[in-house]
């Protein structure tokens, strides 16, 4: 639409009232037909699982020979979910994630994620203390939510391994993406051992694939979107059988 905030007139009524006339044809709402363009979308398969796993850690983190850091920043929101109804929006959280890991050899790393997520009010977007539970109405705390005694993980290219669990190799689905100008990843996979069963991760990462295809780019500037589904926190004091 277009917005024109003053205009001048002529002199001359008749003219004015012509131009006027014009301007607001002009500024008047229309309905454009958006350009039609053929998106080119396709996967890209590994025949060699290990250069799989190469590309998840350059997107993720850093395919370092030795040892590296990344530090990653986040938005993400919480549902609660209460049984036989629907999920409602909760709460914004934003945060940043500290990850260390140490090349093993042979592909194999051993990954610590440690971060810290701070609550923000879902209308108001400020930082808060405190949340309304939409089910009960109840005001309840809302904690700033540390991650920092997590053990961490193996991961190599057969998949993923807790430190703190029982030695299982969990393969994670991973799916990688071509999408117009740019290469997407679809990873799902679960918590760790000490989390509530019921608990899936799903995220997307995705980098310009001009980028993703310089191999001497070893950690990628990369965008991501997740989502986690899990029980209720304790904090929001959910009535029994909820």
């Known amino acids: 639409m277009v917005s024109r905030r003053t205009f001048v007139t002529a002199t001359a009524g ?25 998106v080119v979308s396709e996967f890209l398969h590994f025949d060699d699982p290990v250069e799989e796993f190469r590309a998840q850690m350059r997107l993720e983190r850093d395919l370092v020979e030795e040892q590296g850091t990344t530090l990653t920043w986040y938005h993400w929101l919480v549902f609660v979910i209460p049984g036989g109804r629907r999920p409602e929006p909760l709460i914004r959280y934003e945060g940043i994630e500290y990850s260390y890991f140490r090349h093993l050899g042979d592909y194999n790393y051993r990954i610590h994620a440690h971060n810290i997520s701070l609550p923000r009010d879902l209308h108001t977007n400020e930082f808060t203390d405190s949340v309304t539970n939409p089910i009960t109405g109840e005001l309840v705390e809302a904690p700033v939510t540390p991650l920092l005694t997590d053990p961490g993980t193996i991961g190599s290219p057969i998949g993923f391994r807790n430190l703190a669990g029982d030695g299982f190799v969990q393969a994670p689905y991973r799916k990688f993406r071509i999408e117009n100008d740019l ?38 500037p990369a965008h991501f979107c997740g989502h986690y589904a899990f029980e209720h926190p304790a904090w929001l004091k959910m009535p029994e059988g909820m």
């Open 183 to 220: 290469i997407k990843m679809d990873l799902v996979r679960s918590a760790p051992p000490d989390w509530p069963a019921t608990h899936i991760e799903n995220s997307c990462n995705w980098v310009e694939f001009d980028l993703f295809a310089n191999e001497t780019i070893t950690s990628l």
């Open 14 to 38: 008749a003219t004015g009232s012509l131009l006027g006339a014009r301007v607001l044809e002009a500024a008047a709402p229309k309905s454009v037909e958006p350009p039609v363009s053929r």
